[in-house]
């Protein structure tokens, strides 16, 4: 069975700096694309950020130049560092894998983790 464990998130001022991690564990093979997604309260998930196995990411306009995603391909995990945070960066941050052996075109199974909370505040 497929685990993904977030951790990393907290309450943190603004203009402060976070790091979160996400392990995945179980048997899964061909991972093509792992991924940070975001959930602010009364607000749809939306990607924040991913990262190929080839290395190739791509982030959502709002954290550009902010926000850094890196994967570890050897331990399956992703990592996404935040800093110069904002009160609107506050959500719960998913975790995402997704992939299959012909992936990018075709996609066999897709994996989310539990969340963990992201609070920008003073």
């Known amino acids: 069975q497929v685990q993904l464990v977030e951790s990393g998130g907290g309450l943190v001022q603004p203009g402060g700096s976070l790091r979160l991690s996400c392990t995945t564990s179980?048997?899964?093979?061909?991972?093509?694309?792992m991924g940070w997604y975001r959930q602010a309260p009364g607000k749809q998930r939306e990607r924040t950020a991913i990262?190929?196995?080839?290395?190739?990411?791509n982030y959502a306009d709002s954290v550009k130049g902010r926000f850094t995603i890196s994967r570890d391909n050897a331990k399956n995990t992703v990592y996404l560092q935040m800093n110069s945070l904002r009160p609107e960066d506050t959500a719960v941050y998913y975790c995402?894998?997704?992939?299959?052996?012909?992936?990018?075109?075709?996609?066999?199974?897709?994996?989310w983790g539990q969340g963990t909370q992201v609070i920008v505040s003073s």
């Open positions: 990262i190929t196995t080839g290395g190739r990411t």
């Open positions: 995402n894998i997704w992939g299959g052996p012909g992936a990018p075109q075709k996609i066999d199974y897709t994996y």
């Open positions: 179980g048997s899964i093979f061909s991972i093509y694309a």
